[in-house]
């Protein structure tokens, strides 16, 4: 074991960065903290509960009033049980309001930036480590996640502070870190159970050092992590009630691939010759690494890699085609042509895969692109690129460069395990359990990229300076750790979330105002397609509006009729179900509230099974729009009305 480790530490030059920092380093600190709480207080009340942030505060205000975390229905709400009494705090301090409910995520939003000086002094100089804490104070998504009542820059905050903690474990050899890491991670757990995929960092230490015992202790320390995010998973979702189905994309998008694969094997001549081609061109390069055991793993790497690709998995077939690639170049120094032509032969088996495909299923060239990557999903690795493209570039760009000295036998820096075991396998990990994983669920990894974008152009700028003189080289370092700084932040974006008010958020205040502003009559309908947010601020409503395809994981089945879990309201799941409230006699007017929290082609998605189509009728009248030019009310009239009341647009 000591060998394999000195081996895989060996690929890795060891970087330090620890030091005191300097008198402008301390001021330029300080400056980034009070512009950076100034950024995240700026407007915070402004705007109405938005998001998830309905479901933190209906449980904080029943915490508050009667001392648990209860919705509506009477559900125990279990998640970041230490955020909603931090929220209630806050309630009881300064009374009920948007900006009370978001007081705490302000404050850990501005601890974030203090702690991104520890978290980024292990890879970075000075000058850069300043240019990654301003990244982390003014990168507009951390920005928004502060300005929010939700969990996610806890998790962000808390995997800060972890890893921040392991670095000084690995620095001093000294346990306690250790442990004091472990408890951070089980408080991040606490606030949102993904900051689990953080754990591998646990085995950086001892991984990068090749010291067995630090392994062993970060192994033990894993497991633990592990355990107690399964018992805290378990603990959570025994608080919900059985609903008509658990949702998992990665169900859908196994059907797909079974079917699309049964469509290649009608030709299964194809299939058994594709098979033998790839057992052939695997032991081509293989034949070119001057060592037998270097030469079987390239060869089975390539194998496996080309069987994942024929059976459309090409998200794995490309990983081990990669590493199969830099095994057998670092062993024969021969082998790039052949793997030129392996990969050449690869791509056209993906062209034609793919026009296959098009042609015979008739979807969209996005889709089919979908068909053929398999599990794990990439979309994770997608989703992320929304924080910063440009640090996503940086990264991307610097990892070719990477691969490139690891194929040529050279050591690479030590952020690329960071990277690897704090990013990648992490976003890898979590397209096993999603396909189409929600932008936040990959926050997690969010600054170990902007640290590694930042570390790639810190050692780009390091060949740079080497042909400047030394009165130069601090001035240019300072500008090009900003420039990098700016790129990744995009100051355009920063300054359409600072204060963004309505412009960036939806407006359920508005609509629940514009209700209470007309006073409804007993046996008025209120529809409401946002229950949790409308439930705040109205204090109740009489149906839930949402298809049944998007919500059957939110309802239970209750007294002959689905319900919201949340709130109790019955569901209309369906445009018939619509429609068949409007038809009855004994109504009131309905009042149908919409929601701003999508837009374009989301729309149609979520207004499924027939509601989009039936809230196009004329029967259902606007008389509402919010300040944000989305959130819509409609109308419909009473049956004995003579006449629809006029228009209202706010």
């Known amino acids: 074991m000591g060998q394999v480790l000195q081996t895989f530490a060996g690929l890795f030059e060891v970087r330090r960065d620890f030091g005191r920092p300097s008198r402008s380093e301390l001021f330029a600190l300080l400056a980034i903290l009070i512009v950076g709480t100034v950024f995240r207080f700026w407007g915070l009340g402004s705007w109405g509960l938005e998001g998830d942030e309905k479901t933190m505060a209906v449980p904080t205000m029943h915490l508050v009033h009667f001392g648990a975390p209860l919705m509506p229905s009477g559900m125990f709400y279990p998640r970041a049980i230490g955020q909603l009494y931090m929220m209630a705090a806050s309630v009881g301090a300064f009374g009920e309001s948007e900006w009370a409910f978001r007081l705490p995520s302000v404050l850990c939003g501005i601890a974030l930036i203090a702690i991104a000086y520890f978290f980024g002094r292990r890879f970075l100089s000075p000058a850069w480590n300043v240019a990654f804490v301003a990244v982390a104070a003014f990168l507009p998504g951390l920005i928004a996640d502060s300005q929010e009542a939700r969990m996610y820059i806890f998790l962000v905050t808390c995997l800060a502070g972890y890893t921040a903690l392991i670095f000084e474990w690995e620095r001093s050899d000294r346990t306690i870190w250790l442990l004091a890491a472990v408890i951070v991670m089980l408080i991040g757990i606490q606030f949102q159970v993904l900051a689990v995929f953080g754990s ?58 079974i079917t699309t694969l049964a469509l290649l094997q009608q030709h299964s001549l194809l299939l058994l010759g594709g098979l ?181 152009s810190q050692e780009f700028s390091a060949v740079l300076m080497r042909r400047l003189s030394p009165t130069r080289v ?94 109790d309201a019955p569901l209309l799941g369906t445009g018939a179900a619509l429609m068949a409230l409007v038809e009855r006699r004994d109504r009131g007017a309905i009042y149908v509230i919409g929601t701003g929290e999508f837009r374009g082609d989301d729309l149609p998605l979520m207004r499924s099974d027939g509601i989009y189509e039936a809230l196009q009728r004329p029967i259902f009248v606007p008389v509402f729009l919010g300040r944000d030019g989305l959130t819509q009310v409609w109308k419909v009239a009473a049956p004995n009305d003579a006449a629809a009341p006029a228009d209202r647009r706010n």
Request: proline share 5%; hydrophobic share 55%; charged share 15%.
């Open 474 to 567: 601090p001035a240019v370092r300072a500008l090009l750790a900003a420039g990098a700084a700016i790129l990744i932040v995009n100051p355009v974006s920063l300054a359409h979330t600072v204060n963004g008010g309505y412009s960036i958020h939806p407006d359920h205040k508005g609509a629940a105002e514009f209700i209470q502003s007309i006073h409804p009559r007993p046996g008025d309908v209120i529809v409401a397609e946002d229950a949790l947010q409308q439930t705040y601020y109205l204090g109740r409503i009489d149906y839930w509006l949402r298809g049944i395809s998007n919500s059957a994981q939110f309802v239970r089945m209750k007294g002959g009729e689905l319900r919201d879990i949340y709130t």
């Open 200 to 257: 591998f960092m646990l085995l950086f230490p001892g991984l990068l050092a090749a010291d067995a015992r630090k392994l062993w202790r970060g192994g033990i320390a894993f497991v633990v992590v592990v355990a107690s995010f399964a018992v805290a998973n378990r603990w959570i979702d025994s608080f919900y009630p059985p609903t008509l189905t658990t949702r998992n994309t990665n169900v859908a998008s196994t059907a797909t691939h």
């Open 276 to 456: 033998i081609a790839a057992a052939l061109l695997a032991a081509y390069v293989a034949r070119s690494v001057n060592a037998r055991a270097p030469a079987i793993a390239a060869g089975a790497l390539l194998f496996v890699g080309l069987v994942c690709e024929i059976v459309l998995f090409y998200h794995v077939g490309l990983v081990l085609i990669l590493g199969g690639a830099i095994l057998a170049q670092r062993n024969g120094g021969k082998a790039l042509p052949r793997i030129a032509v392996l990969i050449a032969l690869s791509l056209v088996l993906a062209v034609a895969q793919f026009s296959f495909l098009h042609q015979a299923t008739g979807e969209s060239a996005r889709k089919t692109l979908g068909m053929m990557v398999g599990l794990p999903s990439i979309w994770s690795f997608l989703r992320a690129v929304v924080y910063s493209p440009a640090a996503w570039l940086m990264v991307c760009l610097a990892m070719l460069q990477a691969l490139w000295r690891l194929a040529r036998r050279r050591r690479i820096p030590d952020y690329w395990l960071f990277f690897f075991l704090a990013a990648w396998l992490p976003l890898f990990g979590l397209g096993l359990f999603g396909w189409d994983v929600e932008v936040r669920y990959t926050e997690f990894a969010l600054l170990p990229l902007l640290l590694c974008a930042l570390a790639a």
